[in-house]
């Protein structure tokens, strides 16, 4: 059986709105530890949504933290449909520091890639929370790409 690493940054993390994701018995799911990009990116709020996204920008931004998980091929279809692989996210490997030890780690990374350079504007966050000062999450399974097009 082969396994995965992605590193999540957003509704998926632990606590967060979409963590549930992960225990709806779809397939094999390990939270490795805590973890923090290698590279900085701007993770940014956007849409009516509130979606948090993390812009495929290298360079700009923060190292944003997150968390790793370890997840089977039927877990990682489960997220690339929840994340909309190819179509909204893209889905990238990436190096990611695991924050107990501080190895790196070759993990999985959802980022918006094509947005426009406007968005670039909005506040860079470091670490996404859903209980923060930000504007709460709005579940939606009609969020489009354009959404973020015409934020």
């Known amino acids: ?17 979409n963590y549930h994701t ?6 094999h799911y390990k939270l490795i530890g805590d973890a923090i990009t290698s590279v900085k990116y701007p993770l940014i709020i956007g ?13 700009t931004g923060h190292n944003v933290r997150g968390e790793m998980y370890e997840v089977d091929n039927k ?5 690339d449909e929840l994340e909309d692989h190819p179509n909204f ?11 107990r030890d501080s190895t790196a780690h070759k993990a999985w990374i959802y980022f918006i890639k094509n947005f426009k350079k ?12 859903n209980n923060g000062t930000f ?17």
Not at 118 to 129: I, V
């Open 1 to 17: 059986m082969a396994f995965h690493k992605v590193f999540v940054y957003g509704t998926l993390k632990t606590g967060e709105p």
């Open 22 to 27: 992960f225990s709806q018995n779809l397939g």
């Open 47 to 59: 849409t009516k949504y509130n979606i948090p996204f993390l812009l495929h920008e290298p360079g």
């Open 75 to 79: 877990m990682l279809a489960v997220l």
């Open 89 to 99: 996210y893209i889905r990238e490997e990436n190096d990611v520091i695991l924050m």
């Open 118 to 129: 406007q968005l670039l504007d909005n506040e860079m966050l470091k670490c996404y929370t």
């Open 135 to 151: 504007p709460k999450y709005v579940e939606s399974e009609e969020a489009t790409i354009d959404d973020l097009y015409n934020y």
